[in-house]
């Protein structure tokens, strides 16, 4: 384990390994388990027709999460410093392709997902208090604001915030499964049939690759607690196992929740995900329950959004640690000891996004590559397997080479299915990532005539980590 560093005379030198498995395990459950888990159900319900294979959807999904899970535990017990995804690429496949994704993460997906995640929490709860479009965008900004400002001031208090409103988030969800069962609520009846679809279903095939991109978006983020490795006590040990607790928490959750929403609301009674919702809250608390499902969806949301605000900054840090980005975003708060810049550039840019209402469709745009950037960091297990020489990294992927196979198999799949459904968002989107190649040629030149060769360039950049 690296221990922290720090100097009185100046800023700490190194982020502090300060968070345990608890942190580490809700920042994976905590940003996976959002609105989705109220909405998506519905519509997959709907597309599927069947309880049988609506149940198949997200235990397949749950497995191949399970099976990418396995494959970053190795890869951050290989290199268990802030970063993630972009550490793992910068090691496998060059600095050029690390930079492409952490361009594509700090310009847009990063700050797009956070603007989204609080303008839908700024929507429920302007259900339930009546606010204007105006005050929700305000209450949005605000906290966005309000969870950077808690990270920057200490890593710890912004992870024990996450941690406990992911606890309130399984115990909201495991209440409305409880609620529902002890009062019997529902019917069984609605799970008959069980495997046949009902009268009016897309077809099996058309709806089992809907569904399965649903449930894809529905799982999605557990792999960012990986940019928090260089935080994290014993990260060789622990983030192996938040991984597998985070992922299987997400799976429970998926299978409880659209298991009691069917219990409560017959297939034939979906008509959109909202009436859903509306109709299963309206059977749990009467004729309150509306507001308290909105409820319900603020807390799963603010904890979503917490996480990715902890998680995501860690990544332009590293590449400011590299040179590929300010360098002043590299350096941490004399007192504080956290990237402060780092947090405020997400911070600063979902707020706009924000305040332009204009972040759906941009995130639209980059599904496609987003998807490709994971399956390839997954496929940097098999190039480190190959360059693997002396000691063996402490945690291996189980079932080796059938474990990163299955999950590249399913992101092969996912790509297809964007790509079909919507060719001109995707390579659109991948247009202006490679975008990112002459503008880091320029960032190249210019490191080359401040430092010299590319020796030099790789040795400052080595001190800087």
Known sequence: MQPAITNSAGPPARLRRELGLGSAAAAV??????????????GMAKLLGSPFWLL???????????????????????YPEAGGLYVYLREAFG????????????????????????????????????????????????????????????????AGFLRYITWLKFAILALLVV???????????????????????????????GALVAAFYSFGGWWDVSKIAGEVKDPARTLPRALVLGVLGVVAAYVLVSGVFLYLVPLGSVTNDQTFVAQA???????????????????????????????????YYAMARDGVFLHSVAEL?????????????????????????????????FIFVAVLFIGLTVSTVFVFRRREQGEAPTVRTPGYPFTPLAFLGMVGLLLSLFLLRSPRQSLLGCAVVLLGIPVYAIIQRRREALLGTPEAILDHALDER
């Open 29 to 42: 459950a905590g940003e996976a388990i959002a609105v989705g888990i109220f909405l998506t159900p519905a």
């Open 56 to 78: 198949f959807v997200w235990l397949l999904m749950g497995a191949i999460s399970m099976s990418g899970a396995l494959c970053f535990g190795e890869l951050a017990a290989r």
């Open 95 to 158: 600095e050029r392709v690390a930079f492409l994704y952490g361009w594509m993460s700090m310009l847009v997906m990063d700050p797009g997902v956070s603007a989204a995640l609080a303008v839908g929490m700024a929507t429920y709860a302007s259900y339930i208090f009546g606010w204007s479009s105006t005050v929700a965008k305000l209450f949005a900004i605000a906290s966005i604001a309000a969870i950077c400002a808690l990270n920057m001031i200490n890593t710890r208090a912004g």
């Open 179 to 209: 609620w529902a069962l002890v009062f019997r609520l529902g019917s069984w009846s609605h799970f008959v049939p069980f495997v046949a679809q009902r009268s009016g279903s897309t077809p099996l095939l058309p709806a089992l690759g």
């Open 281 to 315: 809250g309206a059977i749990l608390f009467g004729r309150t329950g509306a507001n308290l499902l909105a409820g319900a969806v603020v807390v799963c949301v603010i904890g979503s959004l917490a996480a990715l605000i902890m998680l995501s900054p860690r990544v």
């Open 333 to 365: 708060h004399p007192v504080f000891g956290t990237p402060v810049r780092a947090i405020g550039i997400q911070g600063i840019m979902a707020s706009l996004l924000v305040a332009l209402g204009a972040f759906d469709q941009i995130i639209a745009y």
